[in-house]
């Protein structure tokens, strides 16, 4: 019996060992810095895209989709469609049209306000935004409490969320930064894809919620851009993000 529990003594120790060996290999983020981009870029990552509203001011998506340096390209981008229960983007119509005729992955997103009507917010974005197959999900823009409870926050984002998945069969991403995401959103929210906001830091979000998509700089620059840009990175293969698009 001994001799039983030191091998499972040794077999838990090995194990730990591993999952720590496991956990330190995820943690570490190689960063080449391009000039072209004028950022660091995190190479880990083979999917890198963009996110933008109307203060890009005029795109050349065409010129965006056609840069590469290296191995690193344009293959998605994010744009704002709406805010709110009555402001849509001025750009947004534009930029998604040109965006998808450029060949890009698009998603189409919404600024969330917890103190305004969650079905009238729904209803603002179903008016602006076709998702079709080949889009990614419709994103839920997350990040200012406007001085409201977790409860409140949680209550009106969950319709807000349920009302597009209901609109688009799909489930929606969350868009957000670790503080607001573990302060007002919690557990709740678990089952929805995040894309995570953590820039100016070396490192991968610090986050035990595991996410799909990392914003990681918002000065970032790309041909047919005349402004910076937010970057991000996607958590898997081109196969992963097809499979995470609208069918």
Not at 123 to 146: C, W, Y
Request: aromatic share 14%.
């Amino acid at each position: 019996m001994k001799r039983i529990w030191i091998g499972l003594i040794i077999l838990i120790v090995l194990a730990s060992g591993a999952a720590l060996w496991w956990y330190l290999r995820e943690k570490r983020v190689q960063f080449v810095r391009y000039e072209e981009f004028g950022i660091d870029m995190p190479v880990n990552y083979d999917i890198h895209g963009i996110d933008v509203s109307k203060f890009q001011k005029d795109i050349n998506w065409h010129a965006v989709k056609q840069m590469q340096v290296d191995n690193i390209r344009i293959s998605f981008a994010f744009i704002k469609a709406t805010e709110g229960i009555t402001r849509q983007d001025a750009a947004f119509k534009q930029n998604w049209e040109r965006a998808g005729k450029a060949g890009l992955i698009r998603g189409a997103y919404h600024f969330f306000y917890s103190t305004r009507d969650p079905i009238k917010q729904a209803i603002n974005f179903r008016n602006v935004v076709d998702l079709t197959s080949g889009d990614l999900p419709p994103v839920l823009d997350i990040e200012t409490s406007n001085n409201q409870p977790a409860a409140v926050i949680r209550s009106t984002a969950k319709i807000w969320l349920e009302e597009m998945e209901k609109a688009y069969k799909v489930k929606p991403i969350i868009y957000t930064n670790i503080h607001f995401y573990e302060t007002y959103l919690g557990n709740e929210f678990d089952d929805y894809p995040l894309w995570i906001a953590h820039y100016y830091q070396k490192e991968r979000p610090a986050s035990k919620r595991p996410w799909l998509f990392w914003q990681h700089s918002d000065i970032g620059r790309v041909n047919g851009i005349r402004t910076t840009v937010d970057f991000n990175v996607f958590k898997g293969d081109s196969t992963d993000l097809a499979k995470l698009c609208i069918p």
